[in-house]
């Protein structure tokens, strides 16, 4: 399985526990000049952006710690330029990452901040 591959499974799998915690998505692979946010669904009355790392070998970084200031940099960026597109005021928002590590799903909420 290939990157693309396992990205895509992993994108999937955290729709389908996403969707069991009661979110709504609203987008998958949002995006704007080469950067991507992962899922962007709702929450309650909360925006959630949510970026996804799936890993398969045990010699690779956790999924959470791939999601450097880079990538953050990246998401929120994202984010902003959804937000103004959308009209989106007065909400709140939150960035989560979910990460699989060899088949397990852990679900960070508030993995990082504005």
């Known amino acids: ?60 970084e956790s999924g959470a710690s791939a999601v450097d200031q880079r990538k953050q940099q990246n998401v929120i960026f994202v984010a902003k330029c959804y937000m103004t597109k959308n009209h989106v005021k007065n909400t709140q928002v939150r960035f989560d990452v979910v990460e699989i590590n060899q088949g397990q799903l852990n679900h960070i909420k508030n993995a990082f901040e504005l």
């Not at 693309?4 to 692979?29: H, P």
């Not at 704007?32 to 949510?50: P, Q, S």
């Open 1 to 60: 399985m290939n990157k693309t591959q396992s990205g895509n499974l992993g994108e999937d799998l955290a729709v389908k526990f996403l969707k069991t915690q009661k979110y709504k998505i609203l987008e998958r692979n949002y995006k704007v000049l080469h950067k991507e946010v992962d899922v962007i669904a709702m929450d309650g009355d909360t925006l959630v952006f949510v970026e996804v790392k799936t890993r398969f070998a045990t010699f690779e």
